[in-house]
Nanobody, 123 residues
């Protein structure tokens, strides 16, 4: 079993900052890519940012220059630093990871999801 647990969400005023964390645990041999998704009320889930094991990063246009994704491979943890937050950023944020539970020479990675952490941006 592999588990992803998010933390760091909460209520913040427009222009404020939050730092989200996601820690993976369980039967982990190696983690490939990790990312953050979000889902606002009445909207579809969307990719916010992702980062490969080699450090390649991708952001959606609406968060470029405001959000920063990073990872600590020794801790199996991915972070999302969120600055200059806007009401439009309000959503449940979900962690995602591609995880190898055995050697990648003989196994493929599987996709895992956290249960989400709520971010509310409001005055």
């Amino acid at each position: 079993q592999v588990q992803l647990v998010e933390s760091g969400g909460g209520l913040v005023q427009p222009g404020g900052s939050l730092r989200l964390s996601c820690a993976a645990s369980g039967s982990i041999f190696r983690i490939n890519a990790m990312g953050w998704y979000r889902q606002a009320p009445g909207k579809e889930r969307e990719l916010v940012a992702d980062i490969t094991s080699g450090g390649s990063i991708n952001y959606i246009n609406s968060v470029k220059g405001r959000f920063t994704i990073s990872r600590d491979n020794a801790k199996n943890t991915v972070y999302l630093q969120m600055n200059s937050l806007k009401p439009e950023d309000t959503a449940v944020y979900y962690c995602n990871a591609g995880v190898y539970t055995a050697s990648p020479l003989t196994y493929t990675s599987m996709d895992y999801w956290g249960k989400g952490t709520l971010v509310t941006v409001s005055s």
